[in-house]
């Protein structure tokens, strides 16, 4: 989860300019927050798209800004917006370069899969019918998962002797690309703040001057 917040200086700057404005600070700091949140999204799932074989669209459509769940939604009593995903990862058969199965079972040739740069064999890997999708999902017997030391990656509530294999999911992967984002969103949210400034403004002219205090 990411979290889009005002600073100090950018709460009183707003006040400031807007004071003759009734909630007019806080209505131009919570469309700037949306907006830079929605730009979040576009943006998470493009970078993260460089980083695992996904398409930005896939990837953005599994992340939640303010225009998917209200909760995230910057408002007049809560100057934030957030940017979330489930902490759960990509069912492996998206990550599919080989043949897509007609049938349940271990096919005649390995899975293969391309989940970064480099496409892998799933040497042990089977195919297992979805309960929902009517589609087919990559299994490993947990025996194999275990004998090559990945017992982190057996669900410890099934009763199954095999494993659907998952690959990383956009949730898990916010931390490798925020650094990288973190400058460019603080400076969109100044120009989105800004701009929703000088909008109200413009709506609501000032009895004198231009609203910034200046003669």
Same mark, same amino acid.
């Given at each position: 989860?990411?979290?889009?917040?005002?600073?100090?200086?950018?709460?009183?700057?707003?006040?400031?300019?807007?004071?003759?404005?009734?909630?007019?600070?806080?209505k131009a700091?919570?469309?700037?927050?949306?907006?830079?949140a929605s730009r979040a999204r576009t943006r998470f799932s493009q970078e993260i798209a460089k980083q695992v074989n996904l398409s930005s669209s896939k990837i953005k459509s599994k992340l939640d800004g303010p225009a998917q769940l209200f909760n995230n939604r910057a408002n007049s009593n809560q $100057?934030?917006?957030? @940017?979330?995903?489930?902490?759960?990862g990509t069912?492996?058969?998206n990550f599919l370069t080989s043949l897509f199965p007609f049938r349940a079972g271990r096919p005649s040739d390995p899975i293969v899969?391309?989940?970064k740069k480099t496409p892998v064999k799933i040497l042990s890997g089977f195919w297992v019918p979805a309960k929902n999708s009517g589609g087919y999902l990559i299994a490993v017997r947990n025996?194999?998962?275990?004998?090559q030391g990945m017992k982190n990656a057996i669900n410890p509530n099934s009763r199954l002797p095999y494993t659907v294999l998952y690959g990383p999911g956009p949730g898990q992967m916010f931390e490798s690309v925020t650094t990288d984002l973190g400058t460019e $969103?603080?400076?969109? @949210?100044?120009?989105?703040?800004?701009?929703?400034?000088?909008?109200?403004?413009?709506?609501n002219p000032p009895p004198a001057g231009d609203g910034t205090g200046e003669d």
């Open positions: 989860m990411i979290e889009v917040e005002v600073n100090e200086q950018q709460l009183n700057e707003v006040r400031e300019r807007l004071a003759y404005i009734k909630n007019g600070a806080t700091l919570y469309r700037g927050l949306n907006k830079t $100057l934030r917006a957030i @940017l979330s995903s489930k902490k759960t069912r492996m058969e899969v391309k989940v025996e194999v998962l275990r004998s $969103l603080s400076e969109y @949210l100044q120009k989105a703040i800004d701009a929703e400034t000088s909008w109200l403004i413009q709506k």
